[in-house]
């Protein structure tokens, strides 16, 4: 049984910074692809950030420069560094393992940016 658990969302100010991390378990391909994906009310479930196993990396155009996705494959956790936060980045952040054979989404942290 593969699960992901996120941790570190919060409330901040805008201009401020978080650090959620979502740790997995189970026994998973040594070949995959972590990343974040956030979900507003209203809106659609939109990509982040992904990286892969091999350490290719992918955001998305409203993080670049502010955002930084990172991962530890001893310890299966993938971290998301956010700074320079913005009122339009509050959402629910969803943790994503993905590989050939499966596809896997954890529970979420609430971020919420005040402005």
């Known amino acids: 049984q593969v699960r992901l658990v996120e941790s570190g969302g919060g409330l901040v100010q805008a201009g401020g910074s978080l650090r959620p991390s979502c740790a997995t378990s189970g026994s998973i391909s040594s070949r995959n692809a972590m990343g974040w994906y956030r979900q507003a009310p209203g809106n659609r479930r939109e990509l982040v950030a992904t990286i892969t196993s091999g350490g290719t990396i992918d955001y998305a155009d409203s993080v670049k420069g502010r955002f930084t996705i990172s991962r530890d494959n001893a310890k299966k956790t993938v971290y998301l560094q956010m700074n320079n936060l913005k009122p339009e980045d509050t959402a629910i952040y969803y943790c994503?393992?993905?590989?050939?054979?499966?596809?896997?989404w954890g529970q979420g942290t609430q971020v919420t940016v005040s402005s």
């Open positions: 994503n393992l993905a590989a050939i054979a499966y596809n896997y």
